[in-house]
T-cell receptor
């Protein structure tokens, strides 16, 4: 059973970098059939996909246009974890942040990378002075 | 960019069948797969339906998905009190950019 355990500060000051880590168990961060996604949820923005990282002979990262200039992902194969870094945080970045695995297998053995089957518990991050 | 529109609320008595719609606009929704998530209060979303009409292991057959043109639907039959939750549709385009609908709050009367 895949489990994702998130950690990181719940309070970030404006203009600083918001950083969160997601520890993966039951799967490998380097899996060639999984993607590792970051999603946030707030009352004003609803559920918002931020981006993903995945390994297919090399590391790839893809991100939403709304945060692309500020976001980076850091996979760590030795610790089997992924990290999110969102720079220049503003109060609008206040949300519950989740990491989630993409790559649900169907009955034919195909993996659906856009479907998120395992989620972390979520971390409420508040951006405030 | 795709935008997904859901009704804000839906309801039904126990045992009934309820349908939640998800209308798409923008590029690619007509040929892309839709996923559905259930979110109970204070918990992370849970995948209910993927690839428009497939259920992950462990999801009851009471939950089913379908799509027609630029609209998708989630149907819940034999409604139970534990089905009270928020339901979200989601899809990804080729950018890739993944978007979620605004969510539908289901009440079991």
């Amino acid at each position: 059973q895949v489990q994702l355990q998130q950690s990181g500060p719940g309070l970030v000051k404006p203009a600083e970098t918001l950083s969160l880590t997601c520890d993966i168990s039951g799967d490998s961060v380097s899996s060639r059939t999984s993607t590792w996604n970051w999603i946030r949820q707030s009352p004003s923005r609803g559920l918002e996909w931020l981006g993903r990282t995945f390994y297919r002979s090399k590391w790839y990262t893809e991100s939403a246009a709304s945060v692309r200039s500020r976001i980076t992902f850091s996979p760590d194969t030795s610790r089997n974890q992924i990290s999110l870094h969102l720079s220049s945080a503003t109060p609008d970045d206040s949300a519950v942040y989740y990491c989630a695995r993409g790559g649900v297998p169907d009955s034919r053995g195909l993996f659906h990378l856009e479907a998120f089957d395992f989620w972390s518990q979520g971390t409420l991050v508040t951006v405030s002075a | 960019q795709s935008v997904l529109t859901q009704p804000p609320s839906a309801s039904g008595p126990p045992g009934q069948r309820v349908t939640i719609s998800c209308s798409g606009s923008g590029s690619n929704f007509g040929i892309k797969n839709v996923n559905w998530y259930q979110q109970l209060p204070g918990t992370a979303p849970k995948l209910l339906i993927f690839n428009t009409d497939q259920r992950p292991s462990g999801v009851p057959e009471r939950f089913s998905g379908s799509k027609s043109g630029t609209s998708a639907s989630l149907a819940i039959s034999g409604l139970r009190s534990e089905d009270e939750a928020d339901y979200y549709c989601a899809t990804c385009d080729d950018s890739p950019n993944c978007v979620f609908g605004g969510g539908t709050k289901l009440s079991v009367l």
